[in-house]
């Protein structure tokens, strides 16, 4: 009897040694390796869907080209002018979406049709994903900074841009946006501040680097607080500096129509465009900052910037997103159109980063039914598209950093050295 009791209290012991040594093993190896998944590998994890959204802009008004030929690799010549165009937030899906929608899967947008085609990564110096202020520092300086951080590098030591140089050597220099004149992307190319949104130590930047061409939003911070919506805390009147300055001051399209001026200012909003008449478009203020500057016989220097394709971006608003990258596209025509009949104009086409990560999903060849999906309401950090038209334009082709730009630009308009600065 004390035999078979002193038996099962041994299999009993055993059987509980085991169990505590199995348990022991799967604490040890959670441990090491990570939570181990004691189920069957066989049968996947059943996955979320992400969220679909349905496009239903009508694109009819889109001035499209039933032509899908890409532009002509122009032959090696001097570079007179540059025109770069910067659509904020602009990915490669947003080109897409744009396209399918307005032409169909076999469509091609007009900066679609340019002969060089790369990709530039987007970094900033303290973030994987960068904001407006550091990636246009970097797309106008050549030099990385930290996010927020305007023409600064991170030690806020001022940097020299390439509108700053172009302007030193004699060009005609352009800011031309639909976000405010102060915003983020051309303060980067004519300011130098370490917080983004010290707006009003900005725009009187702006005035006294001495920008021939100044088109946009954002009257208030031009204006005084005791003027209808200034904002100004330091009682300027800048607008009337601008004045006496020699700047023609317009505000509205049928002043920008009949505007003729080496120096002009263009406030067509107390905040940014609404990109709806009876403003002027983007492509309508392109083309008049085009026809002044390139009355200057040594070039000029124009950055154009599609500002509120970003905005739709950050509010997964996919019918937005695709009108504004068709009124951006609409500006890379006037520009290509240009660069066609002048032969000396070089017209390059990025982004700052791309926002919202979005994803085309389903829709049919024709763009009908085209769904979307978004990964976030932020930026991200995939390297974005960049296309070239013009002279010397294949310097573009392949894989760069947005430092790159300005350097290349600088090369190609025999602004050497550039940056000025040692790296």
Do not use: C
């Amino acid at each position: 009897m004390n035999a078979r009791k002193e038996s099962r209290s041994l299999r009993l012991s055993l059987r509980i040694a085991i169990y505590l040594f199995a348990s022991l093993s799967l604490i040890i190896a959670n441990g090491i390796y990570g939570t181990v998944n004691t189920f069957s590998q066989e049968k996947p994890a059943a996955t979320v869907a992400p969220s679909t959204f349905p496009v239903t802009i009508s694109t009819s008004w889109y001035t499209s080209s039933p032509q899908r030929k890409p532009y002509p690799l122009l032959p090696p010549s001097k570079v007179k002018n540059v025109i770069l165009l910067i659509g904020d937030g602009l990915g490669i899906s947003e080109r897409a979406a744009a396209r399918i929608r307005a032409l169909g899967a076999k469509g091609k947008l007009y900066m679609d049709r340019m002969p060089v085609t790369g990709l530039i990564t987007t970094y900033s110096a303290n973030e994987l994903i960068t904001d407006s202020a550091a990636a246009g520092t970097a797309l106008a300086t050549g030099y990385k900074t930290n996010n927020k951080m305007i023409g600064m590098n991170p030690e806020e030591k001022n940097l020299t841009s390439i509108l700053g140089e172009a302007n030193k050597r004699g060009l005609a220099t352009g800011l031309v946006v639909t976000d405010v004149i102060t915003g983020a992307t051309p303060a980067a190319f004519a300011s130098h501040v370490n917080y983004r949104y010290k707006q009003e130590k900005i725009a009187p930047q702006l005035l006294e680097n001495k920008v021939n061409i100044l088109l946009g939003g954002g009257k208030r911070d031009f204006l005084p607080s005791s003027s209808p919506g200034g904002k100004r805390k330091d009682a300027r009147n800048l607008i009337d500096e601008a004045k006496r300055k020699g700047y023609l001051f317009v505000q509205t399209r049928e002043e920008l129509e009949k505007a003729n001026s080496d120096y002009l200012l263009g406030l067509f909003e107390l905040g940014p465009l609404t990109t709806n008449p009876p403003e002027p478009s983007l492509a309508e203020m392109a083309g008049k900052a085009i026809s002044l500057l390139s009355r200057n016989k040594k070039g000029f220097f124009l950055m154009i910037e599609g500002s509120q394709i970003d905005w739709a971006g950050h509010a997964n608003d996919i019918d937005n997103n695709i009108k504004q990258t068709l009124l951006f596209d609409e500006a890379v025509k006037v520009a290509i159109d240009f660069a066609l009949k002048d032969k000396h104009t070089l017209v390059i086409v990025t982004a700052d980063h791309e926002t919202g990560g979005l994803e085309i999903i389903g829709g049919s060849l024709d763009g009908a039914n085209l769904r979307v999906s978004w990964a976030t309401k932020g930026h991200t950090p995939p390297p974005v598209p960049l296309s070239a038209f013009g002279p010397q334009a294949e310097k573009f082709m392949g894989f760069h950093d947005n430092t790159d730009v300005p350097g290349i630009i600088a090369k190609v308009l025999r602004i050497t050295p550039f940056p000025p600065e040692s790296k």
